[in-house]
């Protein structure tokens, strides 16, 4: 389920509930007896909407959280080094599309691939925004996965580890388009 709400949507949403409250209050005043009960019934039907509404507002909020956490963490000084690396190796495989990844290549490269399999949990399991991540890291995570697609295949071959970076493969199958 994609929630997608701004301040735009919620102040509206929020001042509309308040306004049909405070309408069902002075329509039950005003009330007879047997209307009441009828005007009870459905202004517990439109709390009971608005508390699903702010709790899913909450929910969305924590995902558009864990995605900032992300990004925070990939533009931490200490991953700076990771980051310009995997720029490097990335634009030589493109340019020499032929030559194989080497060594020190790859274990630059598995570090930020360890990292975008961590962010493809969180965006498949739904703990981070999709949407949030996807604008930010899908030019780096495509490209990372481009150039080491191969040696993953070879390795989970090799290492009988089927699954290695299954996560990964999932999220970028989902943003090739």
């Known amino acids: 389920m994609n929630l997608k709400y701004t ?16 309408l069902f209050i002075l329509w039950h005043y005003n009330a007879s007896d047997h209307e ?3 005007i009870e019934f459905a202004a517990a039907i439109v709390a009971a909407g608005t508390a699903i509404y702010s709790l899913l507002l909450g929910v969305h ?9 992300f990004i925070e963490r990939w533009n931490e000084p200490a991953f700076q080094a990771s980051r310009h690396e995997l720029t490097k190796v990335t634009a030589r495989l493109r340019d020499n599309p032929d030559t ?10 598995e570090v930020c691939l360890n ?9 498949l399991t739904q703990r981070a925004d999709e949407e949030t991540v996807r604008s930010f890291f899908r030019s780096v995570l495509r490209r990372a ?30 943003w090739r388009t």
């Open 61 to 69: 909020a924590n995902r558009v959280k864990a995605a900032g956490r």
């Open 145 to 174: 996965w481009e150039a080491a697609k191969d040696r993953i295949n070879r390795g989970r071959t090799r290492l009988n580890q089927p699954t290695a970076f299954e996560n990964l493969e999932k999220l970028y199958d989902r």
């Open 7 to 22: 301040v735009r949507v919620t102040i509206p949403a929020m001042l509309f509930f308040g306004i049909v409250e405070g």
């Open 115 to 123: 990292f975008f399999e961590d962010l493809s949990i969180a965006v």
């Open 36 to 38: 009441q009960k009828t």
């Open 100 to 109: 194989p990844m080497k060594e020190e290549e790859w274990t630059v490269t």
